[in-house]
């Protein structure tokens, strides 16, 4: 029991879901009749059981859970959909799992339900190799009350995780603040200058002075175009959400960037197609991360022998995949403190990847984001109307996670930011930071749902109910109060038809 103690508390202050896989396959085997333990969470999007790698078990396995394949992959299925502890004395004359006899496959097995209520998180599994029979009912609830644990803590991870990103937020807002406020204050003098560098080698043509004049022009032109992308940059929720051209924002880029690599001696190769790549998104928060890639890309190569640079992108089955490379005498992945949580959360939210890849002398950026439908006049028209609409920022408080990211993909694929909340940090995150619009479950906060809403009134101007099904009585208190109704399965008319409205409160109020 001291042991079984000591490692509920090591999950509790584990850091990922790897961390707990590692101490349950490395403590369980000691305190019960375990041979083999392997911890499979749940993924909604591909609707299968992955198994977490640990060192001892590193391979990859997703068992689905519609189609599972004969053998034990059944009896995890099984668990999961009646959400109750399996336990299975002889798994070769088990109807359950139809194992068989093969070699290494244990005789003994328990699957245990990964439990936070109201959400199943995945399944525990435990077998022993060298006996059959029970596992003990003390040893069945000890593990049930491990597994729960297990399930506590990576929900406190998630949150955790929501935590770390909106105080990233925050800094960055703050410094972006910062940022457009010393640009604005610099671009006056800028064009001064711009204007009588300009004036003064009109007026004096063919004067020695003429040449340093022309370049004292040129520099400072430089010099305004680079306070203009600062504000740019300092302030991406103004750039609406359109088609852009991603291949004329790299191009833009690259150019902008020449002067400083001539100097610093990097050869660079610009392999962008001449036809455009349109994309559904926020050009600034674009335009953001591939400067951001470039100067990574621009800071490792001043270590590297070969100073190389090389950008590229091409079209594959509807999407455009962009390659930032460049040549590195040590290739590493870029750390959390150079922005990259950032800019994967910012391609994410444009339905994209970014991935990094890294060998022996290079190193590739690759980010990958859906292109514009337009091959129909329905896409065209959908195009049409993001296009119109301003980036939202959106709470969402809804403790059913499969339904969450369900609506997080609906909203990101527009271009809105959105954020998960746990209702009991609505309140004060709301008076924190600006947000356009909630969408609240009925599930998370039961019959007081009104209440909610009378409370985040006056911070959040839109309140949107996320409901099962059609209730008259609700939807008429929302409309006295200025709500919308949304039910489930939601339906993307009716989600545009209110994000049109929820645009036209937060336009109004800015």
Same mark, same amino acid.
């Given at each position: ?33 375990? &041979? ?9 999007? &591909? ?59 244990? #005789? ?6 990964? &439990? ?13 190799? #060298? ?240 292109? &514009? ?114 039910? #489930? ?22």
């Amino acid at each position: 029991m001291r042991a079984f103690h000591s490692l509920s508390e090591d999950i509790i202050a584990a850091r990922s879901p790897g961390e707990i896989a590692e101490k349950l396959a490395a403590v369980l085997p000691s305190i019960t009749q375990a &041979t083999g333990v392997r911890l499979y969470l749940f993924n909604p999007r &591909t609707k299968s059981l992955e198994a977490v790698p640990t060192a001892g078990d590193p391979e990859p396995m997703a068992i689905s859970v519609e189609a599972p394949p004969l053998g034990l992959a059944e009896g995890a299925v099984t668990c999961f959909r009646n959400r109750t502890l399996l336990n299975i004395p002889d798994v070769r004359r088990s109807p359950l799992v139809n194992a068989g006899w093969k070699p290494g496959v244990p #005789r003994s097995m328990m699957f245990v339900p990964l &439990t936070a209520h109201p959400d199943l998180v995945g399944v525990l599994e435990i077998g022993n190799t #060298r006996r059959l029979g029970y596992f003990t009912l003390e040893e069945q609830a000890a593990v049930q009350h491990l597994a729960n644990q297990a399930a506590a803590a990576m929900r406190l991870q998630e949150q955790q995780s929501v935590r770390e990103q909106l105080f990233r937020s925050e800094k960055l807002a703050a410094t972006g603040q910062l940022i457009s406020g010393v640009a604005n204050e610099l671009r006056a003098p800028l064009e001064s200058i711009l204007q009588l560098s300009a004036s003064l080698a009109a007026e004096r043509g063919g004067s020695p002075i003429q040449h340093e004049l022309k370049q004292l022009a040129t520099e400072s032109q430089r010099a305004a175009t680079i306070v203009s992308r600062l504000v740019s940059f300092a302030r991406p929720e103004d750039s609406p959400v359109r088609p852009v051209d991603v291949n004329a924002i790299l191009a833009g880029l690259l150019e902008f960037r020449e002067p400083e690599w001539k100097t610093m001696g990097v050869r660079v190769q610009n392999r962008l197609p001449p036809e455009p790549a349109m994309v559904l998104g926020a050009h600034g928060q674009i335009e953001q991360v591939f400067l951001n890639l470039l100067l990574f890309a621009e800071q490792s190569v001043s270590s590297a022998g070969l100073r190389s640079l090389s950008v590229s992108s091409s079209r594959m089955a509807g999407r455009v995949v962009v390659e930032v490379g460049h040549s590195t005498g040590a290739a590493s992945a870029p750390s959390s403190d150079s922005g990259v949580d950032v800019w994967r959360g910012i391609i994410q939210n444009h339905g994209g990847q970014l991935r990094f890849r890294a060998g022996s002398e290079t190193a590739v950026f690759e980010i990958d984001l859906p292109l &514009t439908p337009g091959a129909t006049p329905a896409a065209a028209r959908g195009a049409s109307r993001y296009s119109a609409m301003r980036l939202l920022t959106l709470m969402l408080v809804d403790s059913d996670s499969g339904a969450q990211r369900q609506l997080v993909k609906l909203l990101a694929a527009r271009g809105h930011r959105v954020v998960p909340v746990p209702a009991e940090e609505a309140a004060d995150l709301a008076q924190r930071l600006r947000f356009d619009g909630v969408f609240c479950a009925v599930h998370s906060r039961g019959s007081k749902w009104n209440d909610f809403q009378q409370h985040l009134r006056a911070a959040i101007p839109a309140f949107i109910l996320l409901s099962d099904g059609y209730d008259a009585e609700s939807a008429g208190g929302l409309a006295d109060g200025g709500g919308f109704l949304l039910t #489930r399965p939601i339906q993307e008319s009716e989600l545009d038809i209110i994000l049109e409205a929820v645009e036209a409160r937060a336009a109004a109020r800015a």
